[in-house]
């Protein structure tokens, strides 16, 4: 509603003029509800109350029951085939792929199956929830994001890091080999050991250092020995008194 | 994954871009996708030049993405309290701040 003032001089500053005329009457307390003015919305719209929170006490209400989500049939195909997988492949290595195009992946597939490595795509969804009830809970974190799966029955590492290097897309995050889980420099270290038979002998020729050199001091000859024997008394005699000495001279 | 005003990034102002991290550990996800959405082929073809080089670690060190332009700048960005948009949109930025012919071309 417009309120024009009446146009008069007003004889000092700050004084309210005497008479103020109004176009036409809008009253204020009205019958019906008269709409809020904007400006005022705003105001009690900010300046509303909120009630704190009240906090029930910790054993009030019962806990809200879990929701639990049945599989679908093809999650439970999935998890079926999962299980096998982890059954029979001793490596199973998680790769992570920037979208390489379809012919790479189907040249890389082909590189890969010369050695008997096989690739599997399976949903993050359902590789985590099988694997957080199962020993290999510990490599739920590897997948997030685009993941593809290698399996392989021998444990060919070597060929499979070569056909990696290849494909600059490809990222190794880890691996589970022979039940243990590596990470990507575990791999490579992995690669780099010898085989069996050249790690025992490695390990029975540390064993019996000290006995074969023992044995050997035994075999040569006598005066040799002898020879060593007495010198190391000698050596102890300056510690013990003289009366030692002799009786050890004596025994020699 | 994060929906910037153009699906794939520019890298024509881009040498190379190291993503480093550590995939046991939990604060990785943006970095990932973040390498995801850079390593792609739209990206990359972009910039044939550009290597997209991921270093993965095992020593519980924060994720990092270092990127070098070509007129010799880095961008390191720590990806362990970033979302995945964020550094993409501040990736995008800046590659097209660098770029301004051919975008003035474009337009």
């Not at chain 1, 074969?212 to 190391?232: N, V």
Request: with cysteine.
């Amino acid at each position: 509603m417009a309120a024009t003032l009446c146009v008069k001089l007003l004889p000092k500053q700050g004084w309210l003029p005497l008479t103020q005329s109004v176009r036409h009457g809008s009253k204020a307390v009205t019958r019906h509800r008269k709409p809020v003015h904007f400006f005022r919305q705003k105001l009690l719209a900010v300046t509303q109350y909120i009630p704190p929170a009240r906090v029930a006490p910790p054993g009030a209400y019962p806990p809200p029951a879990k929701q639990v989500q049945e599989d679908n049939t093809l999650t439970v195909l999935m998890k079926r085939n999962l299980k096998k997988l982890f059954q029979e492949n001793k490596i199973i290595a998680v790769v992570q792929n920037n979208a390489s195009n379809s012919e790479d992946m189907m040249s890389l597939k082909y590189r890969l199956h010369k050695h008997g490595i096989t690739v599997k795509f399976f949903p993050n969804q359902v590789m985590r929830s099988f694997l957080k009830d199962n020993i290999y809970c510990n490599m739920v974190p590897l997948f997030i994001g685009p993941t593809v799966l290698f399996v392989c029955k021998e444990p060919k590492v070597k060929e499979m890091l070569m056909t990696l290097r290849s494909s600059p897309q490809m990222t190794l995050l880890g691996a589970c080999i022979d039940n243990t889980l590596l990470s990507a420099e575990g791999v490579v270290a992995y690669s780099k050991l010898p085989s069996m038979t050249v790690v025992q002998g490695q390990l029975v020729s540390g064993l019996t250092m000290l006995t074969s050199r023992t044995a050997h001091m035994l075999q040569h000859h006598p005066a040799h020995l002898s020879a060593l024997l007495q010198q190391y008394i000698k050596q102890q005699s300056p510690d013990n008194t003289a009366e030692g000495a002799p009786k050890a001279e004596e025994a020699t | 994954m994060a929906a910037s005003s153009r699906a794939t990034v520019v890298l024509k102002a881009v040498k190379n871009i190291t993503v480093r991290f550590c995939p046991f550990e939990s604060n990785v996800r943006s970095t990932r996708e973040f390498l995801a959405m850079v390593g792609s082929e739209k990206a990359r073809s972009t910039n044939m030049n550009c290597e997209v080089i991921a270093m993965v670690k095992h020593d519980k060190s924060e994720p990092v993405v270092d990127v070098t332009y070509a007129d010799g700048e880095r961008l390191v960005m720590k990806g362990a309290k970033m979302s995945t948009s964020e550094m993409f949109s501040a990736f995008q930025s800046r590659c097209i701040a660098k770029d301004p012919q051919s975008q003035a071309k474009a337009k």
